[in-house]
């Protein structure tokens, strides 16, 4: 790759791309204003917006979306008559959990075996990064071929759709030939990977209800209803024995048939614990990319220290179900919903709400947007072939942008392959993988440009 005069800029700018990531990580912009400063997300859109300006985007703004957070926008003019592609990433993080849990600062790049470590190095502001080293890269090597947009979100991992309504009342807004989104990640470092289809969403909080208040265990256990127990009760019938997710109504036996994923390594990625069986039927690629998959995000009710001997009035979850393409988020919610209100026992007072959704993605592989990608990744990734996997998270605005232009080519590329265990404790991104895909990027614009 060195030989290419696009890989040798790129490796020429990888210690600034270090620093300007300890940068941006060093924000703490999770986009839950009740737990983080606003000041904090706000911080980090103004640094996105900084750059953009400094790299000569024109139109640059803060958008202010629905959802109370901000969209950075920066718009860069090709030649005349050039495509346009849209970039996208976003800025905000999840929660850092645990801290105490981190080898290190979580917002504080920190490197560490070859890796560097902090909240938000992969998922997503290594995507920022990413598309800025690709158009630095060209513009050292005579230009930039396409109309440039970029778009980085504030509110991604809050699921609260901002953004998406932003985008569906300003329609010309983020209309472009491609985009490319920034926030997938390939199936293990060093594999090239698009990311083809991408499951919906559905966030659904349940409340359960028996009693006027809470009651003495001794005196009254055995014969009043414990709502904790009935809550206990229904969120298990949302498993079959072999841990299958089991909604209602919800078809949950659809097959992948695009590249697998070994038994083993996922173990091995998932950091499954010697002796613990994996949930679900049928190959690891359909459990988790064409097949619907309940998560009990977490029970409110007595923690353990300090808890008293008393029967539960009342108890709620707050609970994830993820949809597979092909499947309707709306109608997956109503199922959901109407799955925990029948299976909920003792006649025990049940209330559901929808509080995020988002609807499923599959994208058109055959566009000639993917043959100058993979055309790109074989440069970046001497001797590898470009692989399709599909993903079980969920990016919202790819369904609103698939909607608003039908006519575009959406790929999904990132920096989140298995290690750098995002969302959890000790995320981390591989600086190689940082690189290669800029170069693959900033080749990518030039090959299609040229398409």
Request: glycine share 10%.
């Amino acid at each position: 790759m060195s030989s290419n005069p696009v890989a040798e800029t790129v490796a020429s700018l990888m210690p600034r791309a270090k620093a300007e990531l300890a940068e941006l990580v060093a924000f703490k912009s999770v986009a839950d204003f009740d737990q983080y400063p606003k000041s904090e997300s706000e911080g980090a859109a103004n640094w996105v917006a900084d750059a953009l300006r400094a790299e000569g985007f024109t139109d640059v703004a803060l958008l202010d979306t629905p959802d109370g957070t901000q969209s950075v926008y920066g718009y860069l003019p090709g030649p005349e008559g050039a495509k346009t592609v849209l970039l996208y990433a976003h800025y905000d993080v999840q929660p850092p959990l645990d801290e105490a849990a981190w080898a290190t600062p979580p917002f504080e790049l920190t490197e560490r075996d070859g890796r560097w470590y902090g909240r938000g190095s992969a998922d997503c502001k290594g995507g920022v990064i990413m598309h800025l080293l690709a158009l630095r890269a060209l513009k050292a090597n005579g230009g930039i071929p396409v109309s440039v947009k970029v778009i980085a979100e504030g509110s991604e991992e809050m699921g609260t759709g901002g953004l998406e309504r932003y985008a569906e009342e300003h329609p010309e807004l983020l209309k472009a030939d491609t985009v490319v989104i920034g926030d997938a990640g390939n199936f293990r470092v060093g594999l090239p990977t698009v990311t083809t289809t991408l499951r919906g969403m559905t966030l659904v909080r349940v409340q359960v209800d028996t009693l006027e208040g809470n009651l003495h265990s001794g005196q009254f256990g055995g014969a009043a209803p414990d709502a904790l127990a009935a809550l206990v009760r229904a969120l298990d019938s949302l498993r079959a024995e072999d841990g299958s997710t089991t909604v209602d109504g919800l078809d949950g036996d659809s097959a992948w048939d695009g590249l697998q994923y070994d038994e083993e390594q996922f173990r091995k990625d998932a950091k499954v614990l010697d002796g613990v069986e994996l949930i679900g039927s049928g190959t690891v690629a359909d459990r988790i990319w064409a097949r619907p998959a309940v998560t009990v995000l977490g029970i409110d009710c007595p923690p353990v220290v300090g808890a008293t001997p008393s029967v539960q009035a009342g108890a709620r979850a707050l609970i994830s179900l993820r949809v597979p393409p092909g499947v309707d988020a709306v109608e997956a919610t109503k199922l959901l919903q109407a799955h925990l209100e029948a299976h909920t026992p003792w006649g025990a007072r049940v209330h559901t709400e929808q509080i995020g959704q988002g609807q499923a993605f599959r994208a058109d592989t055959t566009s000639p947007a993917y043959q100058a990608m993979a055309d790109a990744m074989a440069v970046a990734y001497p001797g590898q072939e470009m692989q399709y996997a599909g993903q079980g998270g969920s990016i919202p605005l790819c369904n609103t942008l698939a909607a608003l232009y039908p006519q575009a080519e959406i790929l999904l590329i990132g920096l989140s392959e298995p290690e750098a265990q995002i969302h959890a404790v000790n995320e981390s991104v591989s600086p190689e993988e940082l690189e290669r895909l800029s170069v693959a990027e900033a080749l990518f614009l030039r090959n299609y440009a040229a398409g």
